[in-house]
């Protein structure tokens, strides 16, 4: 029987499109090759407020009582105390949980566009002002999908470069050490 995991993004309108192909990679990549990834769409969060909102997490959950493992996975947006924050958010769900369920969670660095960025690097970019720029979608993933002419394509960009973000996923991971973390968890709740 496959294992299910429903990850959790603070907006699934143009987050799905990295997410999914991103997280099913990391799955497979640690041996859950069958592993089904779904991006949460109902209800469609618009926000981090809303995505780390409890009573709304609450929800998910119960909503969802077939999934194996919930993973949250927000921006973290240059704020020290976001990792502290879905933490602790997941750490209180853990009193909805049936038995075989698990929440996680974990942000990416700094935005999810920062792992499209990372299978994609443009010459003469360095990694290291990718990952520490707190606005990496508007200074970086921007401009590679206008260089790359990607603007009017599904996500704005996202489906095509999230894709391939997957096929490149053991390169990514290394570029991109939360994505390791993310394995641990996705580990952990699939185990």
Request: aromatic content about 6%.
């Amino acid at each position: 029987m496959s294992k299910r995991v429903l990850v959790i993004p603070e907006d699934p309108t143009l987050d799905q499109y990295v997410l999914q192909p991103v997280i099913a990679a990391a799955c497979r990549h640690i041996g859950f090759e069958h592993a089904r990834v779904r991006v949460l769409t109902d209800p469609a969060f618009k926000g981090v407020s809303q995505a780390l909102d409890p009573e709304l997490l609450q929800e998910v959950v119960e909503r969802y009582p077939m999934v194996d493992l919930f993973l949250l996975c927000v921006d973290r947006d240059g704020l020290v105390g976001r990792d502290e924050s879905v933490a602790e958010k997941c750490e209180r769900m853990d009193a909805y949980l049936k038995p075989g369920q698990t929440f996680a969670g974990r942000t990416a660095e700094q935005e999810l566009e920062v792992w499209c960025v990372a299978a994609s690097l443009p010459k003469g970019w360095k990694m290291a002002d990718v990952r520490a720029e707190p606005h990496s979608k508007e200074r970086f993933f921007e401009p590679l999908v206008s260089s790359l002419k990607l603007d009017d394509s599904p996500g704005a960009g996202r489906e095509i470069l999230g894709r391939k973000a997957a096929k490149k996923y053991s390169s990514i991971r290394k570029r991109c050490v939360e994505l390791q973390d993310i394995e641990g968890l996705i580990s952990s709740g699939l185990a």
